[in-house]
């Protein structure tokens, strides 16, 4: 190995000994372990790897018998395959996924991204249990030489997955770069260990005619092109899509505005894709969901269906009102409505 490929192994050793000391020994001893002590810790993997670079450099300048490269091979698939482990039990114990249960009676829309990927994971007990039945046996096998590869192999879509949402769904930095590590040391394995299958992954033993042979191809092309053009896009109405906050709201010429949050006043109108249509009076519990038709002078229908079929309709008028603001006026259940909706 080249100089600068002991360094590059040595710091990935390093991270993933940090990283993976700092994760378990603040969970586990921060009662009886400062957790500044514990954070000190686990940077001074950092401060060693450039001595172990120079102690390994200096052996096989001299010719000496160099077992640096297996050690420092074994550490990572240790701690690995620890964290690994660890994160399965702790699925398994119900001591991941958790959100309180008065957030999950809150509106979806005011989820953070980390918070929604604990609510859908936490939905399921049995799914989380699965994932965590593998990352223990894929930690089992990548402790071992013999079935490192293999286990690396499960890790991998595992670690690919965790690590999008960690940086697609904004979860704090540590997590993001727990997750980075460790799908840097499973990468590095899967080459170290599996190098010599890669040419047989892309091997050609297609024997057959030239036209034949591109058929499949070619229709692998053409089939998503000839139904993405077929297809209607389900947002008809791109330029009303959205989100409206009610604003001079009158019922039958008399003015309503909500004074307190406990208010039940018409607050807010959603026109969605799919030409959906949601009231809500003030509360997410407090609404109409249906269906709109727009004519071409602005003639409104919507048919509501829930929260029961047939209770009744909203017929107005719908018209451009300035920029980022519509006017909308109707009749519904035997009252006159009219109001400005403004887009948030």
């Known amino acids: 190995m080249k100089f600068l490929q002991k360094l590059l192994l040595c710091l990935l050793s390093a991270f993933v ?9 603040s969970k586990y001893a ?3 372990i400062p957790v500044d002590f514990i954070y000190l810790a686990a940077y001074l993997p950092l401060l060693i790897a450039p001595v172990v670079v120079f102690i390994w450099y200096s052996r096989e300048r ?3 018998a160099n077992a640096i490269k297996i050690w420092i091979m074994q550490i990572i698939a240790f701690f690995l395959a620890l964290d690994l482990a660890m994160f399965g ?37 049995g799914f989380t249990s699965i994932i965590a039945l593998l990352q223990i046996i894929a930690a089992a096998l990548i402790l071992f030489k013999r079935t490192r590869l293999l286990g690396s192999l499960i890790a991998l879509p595992m670690l690919v997955f965790i690590t999008l949402l960690d940086i697609f769904y904004a979860m704090p930095l540590g997590v993001l770069a ?31 005619s030239t036209p034949v042979k591109w058929l499949w191809p070619a229709l692998f092309v053409l089939i998503p092109i000839l139904c993405a053009f ?32 406990t208010d039940s006043i ?24 249906g269906q709109y038709k727009l004519g071409k002078n602005g003639d409104i229908h919507m048919q509501w269906r829930y929260p029961a079929s047939g209770i009744g309709t909203f017929k107005g008028i719908l018209r451009p009102n300035g920029a980022h603001q519509l006017k909308l006026a109707g009749k519904m259940d035997g009252k006159r409505y009219q109001m400005i909706l403004m887009k948030e």
């Open 17 to 25: 000994v940090g990283l993976v000391f700092r994760r378990l020994a």
């Open 30 to 32: 921060a009662d009886i």
């Open 62 to 64: 001299r010719g000496l």
């Open 89 to 125: 039990l702790q699925k398994l114990q119900k001591l991941q996924m958790l959100i309180p249960l008065g957030m999950l009676d809150s509106p979806f829309s005011s989820f953070s991204g980390y918070n929604l990927v604990w609510a859908f994971f936490h939905f399921s007990y």
């Open 178 to 208: 727990q997750g980075i590590v460790l799908l840097a040391a499973v990468i590095y394995f899967i080459v170290a260990e599996g190098g010599h299958l890669f040419p047989l992954l892309f091997k050609c033993s297609d024997n057959s």
């Open 230 to 261: 077929h297809l209607q896009h389900p947002n008809r109405h791109p330029e009303l899509t959205g989100k409206y906050r009610v604003e001079n709201l009158k019922i039958d010429n008399v003015p309503y505005k909500a004074r307190f949050s």
């Open 266 to 289: 018409l607050s807010h109108v959603y026109l969605d894709i799919a030409d959906e249509v949601v009231f809500s009076w003030n509360d997410y519990r407090r609404i109409r969901i």
